[in-house]
């Protein structure tokens, strides 16, 4: 699948090495998908077909709830249900771990590390599979496309966790300057959103994405023949319409060369105080050594290209 993946060279000042996105991890990190529902967004297709197609390997999926999908078996459920599909179809797809973490307090004090933790399997999970396959020059990459939580409670349980690990997340607005750590997901705890933007070497995509033209209604009758194509045809009416809530997004962002159009340096601006805004995490200003890194702009029409791309790759006959 070389042709979904084309050249482009940057500087990678977090893991020393080239990235070839002008972000600082590419193709080549492995990946854990964090998301909570399964159905608004092909965050989970666009996962494990890059997976599988020269991508970056897709070392788990973690699944929560939020106020945005509150049941977590029936997300489970789903994401299951997609993993299943696309085993039959011949991809190879790890399991799903299922974690429940409320979100996050702030502390009397204000202090990050006073944070009681929830120990959740998320977090484990993120602490585990980071220790197994974080290479210096090479971390781990969480997309997130839901709340922090899991991600900053894996910080909580392991400070050095922040060493071996990128965040890429979707979330969050852009009003220039500055990045917004509001919804989508950023509303959903915004502690959480507070310690990742301090603690992390973090990413997140505040740009629109008009999903609706990945797989659209006249597309459906191409989509291939198998378990896979008949999940993604079932699915296709139940997408958000909401062209700022598209979660492979960050999935994209990483996989994609050139799907990046426009990225600015940033750090979190905690001089207002936690809760200034309320509801949301500190906003991302420009900032030229800054942690942070904020994608305003992408090239949207490189997504449904390579989606479909690999699917014609995975069944040549069907599509």
Not at 47 to 74: E, H, Q, R, T
Not at 84 to 99: D, T
Not at 114 to 139: C, H, M, Q
């Amino acid at each position: 699948m070389g042709g979904v993946l084309a050249a482009c060279g940057q500087t990678l000042d977090a893991g020393r090495d080239t990235s070839h996105t002008p972000l600082p991890v590419d193709e080549r990190n492995p990946v854990i998908l964090s998301n909570d529902g399964w159905s608004d967004n092909w965050s989970g297709e666009y996962a494990m077909l890059f997976a599988n197609s020269g991508g970056p390997s897709l070392a788990g999926i973690v699944v929560g709830a939020s106020k945005y999908w509150s049941n977590l078996d029936d997300n489970l459920t789903g994401w299951k249900n997609l993993v299943a599909a696309a085993k039959l179809s011949g991809l190879a797809v790890p399991e799903v771990v299922g974690s429940q973490g409320n979100p996050l307090s702030a502390p009397a004090d204000g202090k990050i590390d006073s944070t009681v933790a929830n120990g959740s399997k998320g977090a484990e999970f993120i602490r585990d599979v980071s220790r197994r396959l974080s290479l210096p020059w090479r971390p781990v990459v969480i997309l997130a496309c839901a709340q922090l939580t899991d991600i900053a409670d894996a910080y909580l349980i392991d400070h050095s966790v922040v060493e071996r690990v990128v965040v890429v997340a979707l979330l969050g607005t852009y009003s220039a300057p500055k990045g917004l750590m509001s919804g989508p997901n950023g509303d959903l705890d915004p502690w959480a959103d507070w310690i990742v933007a301090q603690r992390f070497r973090y990413v997140q995509i505040s740009s629109v994405y008009d999903q609706a033209n990945d797989v659209t209604k006249d597309d459906i009758a191409r989509l291939p023949k198998g378990a896979l194509g008949d999940w993604m045809a079932a699915k296709q009416p139940n997408l958000s319409t909401l062209t700022t809530a598209a979660d492979q997004l960050a999935v994209l962002a990483v996989a994609l060369r050139s799907f990046v159009a426009t990225v600015e340096r940033a750090a979190p601006d905690i001089s207002a105080g936690f809760a200034s805004p309320p509801g949301q995490g500190p906003p991302l200003v420009p900032a030229a050594d800054g942690n942070a890194r904020l994608v305003t702009q992408v090239t949207s029409s490189l997504g449904p290209s390579a989606l479909w791309q690999m699917l014609a790759a995975l069944h040549p006959s069907g599509s």
